[in-house]
């Protein structure tokens, strides 16, 4: 339920009971500061990335040794991808800074899925037949 349903709710509520003549108690806070002071791009980009990371770890400790780079791609592109698209702030970045750092996990991601530490991310998108997150959108 949205913020603006909830408080129209609780004010037709309290109304309600004030038409009524009866006692009414509610508690309000304003929490718009608390989000003001955080930035956006940390608000958006952190979780996101940070969960891509972390997946991204797990599919190299779990599966990098005893995998194919077909294998490793498929469960890149199942766990890791849809993560990496969520983050909205690649199709609309706040500074490209972001969107660099959200591209450079998949980066790093296709060059663990390559098993090529050296191969720049270009070539890594046409041999995978992939696009860049920004484009993609």
Partial sequence: ???????????????????????VCGQ??????????VSHSLLLEKPSKRKARKVVGLIYRH?????????LLHLYTTLVR????????VWDPVSTS??????????????MVSKSWSTSYFDLLSAFNLSSLAHRH
């Avoid at 599966?63 to 294998?71: D, H, K, L, V």
């Avoid at 849809?82 to 702030?89: D, G, R, T």
């Fill in 28 to 37: 309000f806070l304003d929490i718009r500061k608390a989000f003001d002071s």
């Fill in 98 to 111: 972001v969107s660099s750092s959200i591209e450079g996990i998949q980066h790093f991601a296709l060059k």
């Fill in 63 to 71: 599966f990098y040794s005893n995998s194919s780079p077909s294998t």
């Fill in 1 to 23: 339920r949205s913020t603006t349903s909830a408080l129209i709710s609780v004010m037709h509520h309290i109304l309600s009971h004030l038409d009524q003549s009866a006692a």
């Fill in 82 to 89: 849809p993560i990496l698209e969520y983050a909205s702030v």
